[in-house]
């Protein structure tokens, strides 16, 4: 009897995690992917926009200057993580594409006066034909805690105490360069189990999420 109980309260166990993971983790990809980028050669990862929650006695501590300065240098900081994950990832398993260095994408970006500021208001096209690249990775990091040394030190001077997030959550986009259409999304919640910085935050939520990337070659 105390056997069977057992079983029955594992299965229940179970059956929550499972669906709890499929909660926090989605992967959108564009039904026409083939089609669409077929001859997509070159990506470009441009800076991603973050946003970190702090607790209203924390941004009273905070200048609205050094309070959007932490957010952009969380942007670069996981922008490169990404770029690093692909580069890592491409040298195992060939993907179809490259990816377009991080200084050579800020450094186009930066000739054509766009900034973290303002890159929201162009298009993907508009990027792409910039930046020279056939799509675009963009995404979005909502946190409580910044990840990055560079931020997370920033913090610490402040506050006195440091330490990456423990919750929030990211989403990254593929977009194609002639269209603008959504390739492919991926969204997760961030958590404990994740790690306790940018890399690592990165390589354990794309680690499943690049087998389901099309342009992996297998």
Excluded at 77 to 89: D, E, G, N, R
Excluded at 135 to 148: A, F, H, L, Q
């Amino acid at each position: 009897m105390k056997a069977r109980f057992t079983l029955i309260l594992c299965t229940i166990l179970l059956g929550l995690s499972f669906q709890l993971f499929a909660q926090t983790r989605s992967i959108y990809t564009h039904p026409d992917f083939i089609s669409l980028a077929q001859d997509h050669k070159v990506l470009a990862i441009i800076p991603f926009k973050a946003t970190v929650k702090l607790r209203p006695n924390q941004m009273k501590k905070y200048t609205p200057e050094q309070y959007e300065e932490m957010q952009k240098i969380e942007g670069k900081a996981i922008q490169s993580a990404v770029h690093s994950y692909f580069l890592k990832k491409k040298s195992k398993n060939p993907f179809t594409v490259s990816f377009q260095d991080i200084q050579k994408t800020n450094a186009l970006l930066g000739k054509n006066e766009i900034t973290q500021d303002n890159i929201e208001n162009y298009t993907p096209e508009e990027l792409a034909e910039i930046l020279g690249v056939d799509g675009v990775i963009s995404g979005t990091m909502n946190t409580d805690k910044p990840m990055s040394e560079g931020a997370s030190m920033a913090l610490g001077m402040v506050f006195g105490f440091y330490g990456s997030t423990n919750s929030g959550k990211i989403t990254i986009h593929i977009n194609d360069g002639e269209s603008g259409e959504l390739l492919w999304k991926y969204e997760k919640n961030l958590s404990r189990s994740l790690g306790s910085d940018t890399n690592t935050v990165i390589n354990a939520m794309m680690r499943k999420a690049s087998r389901k990337l099309p342009y992996l070659r297998m």
